[in-house]
T-cell receptor, first 116, second 112 residues
Framework: GAGVSQSPSNKVTEKGKDVELRCDPISGHTALYWYRQSLGQGLEFLIY????????KSGLPSDRFSAERTGGSVSTLTIQRTQQEDSAVYLC??????????????FGPGTRLTVT | QKEVEQDPGPLSVPEGAIVSLNCTYSNSAFQYFMWYRQYSRKGPELLMYTYSSGNKEDGRFTAQVDKSSKYISLFIRDSQPSDSATYLC????????????FGTGTRLQVFP
């Protein structure tokens, strides 16, 4: 079946502009995660949606970052007033909650964001 | 101090070599241990997972967990050029199984 898809694959934006990154999880997966991966850094957790529960936003680095998940499926990560330090690869993952291997996360290819 | 430490490499080995990749961690509550492989410009993919201590083998790959030392390893036997990738370790606790804490990744290059 189809895996996790993300769009756009690449995004170049000017400092101060807003950007929206999209994630389509695997159908039926109720958990969705956003991570940020910077050069030389590991995956930095940003936000996590689990079913109908309130999202875990503990990893969002500032109030310029927000995310929503509509209808328990597609998610959008929004970065307002982008800064150069926001340049990174933004990865989305999904997993099947309630399954004994809920920690098995399937990743999309990522969106490479460059802020100039 | 990061919860999970991983040498970033790069690690360069000849084809056929045995590769050892390692992570150390500080949180003794971690019980689930994963290894992800990430090819260039791709998302990570789950390679192996282990629960608690012990070894797990899958083909040329062996994952090992030593909880007493807070140390995990991934061994790759008969390494191939196609194994060239970044390998990330990840861990989680039983009460938060799907909130993974990742290492920074080790870049491996296997040359023919």
């Amino acid at each position: 079946g189809a895996g996790v898809s993300q769009s756009p694959s690449n995004k170049v934006t000017e400092k101060g502009k807003d950007v929206e990154l999209r994630c389509d999880p695997i159908s039926g997966h109720t958990a969705l995660y956003w991570y940020r991966q910077s050069l030389g850094q590991g995956l930095e957790f940003l936000i996590y949606f689990q079913g109908n529960s309130a999202p875990d936003k503990s990893g969002l680095p500032s109030d310029r970052f927000s995310a929503e998940r509509t209808g328990g499926s597609v998610s959008t990560l929004t970065i307002q007033r982008t800064q150069q330090e926001d340049s990174a690869v933004y990865l989305c993952a999904s997993s099947l909650m309630g399954h004994r291997r809920a920690y098995e996360q399937y990743f999309g290819p990522g969106t490479r964001l460059t802020v100039t | 101090q990061k919860e999970v430490e991983q040498d970033p490499g790069p690690l360069s080995v000849p084809e056929g070599a045995i590769v050892s990749l390692n992570c150390t961690y500080s949180n003794s509550a971690f019980q689930y241990f994963m290894w992800y492989r990430q090819y260039s410009r791709k998302g990570p993919e789950l390679l192996m997972y282990t629960y608690s201590s012990g070894n797990k083998e899958d083909g040329r790959f062996t994952a090992q967990v030593d909880k007493s030392s807070k140390y995990i390893s991934l061994f790759i036997r008969d390494s191939q050029p196609s194994d060239s990738a970044t390998y990330l370790c990840a861990m989680s606790t039983p009460y938060n199984t799907d909130k993974l804490i990742f290492g920074t990744g080790t870049r491996l290059q296997v040359f023919p």
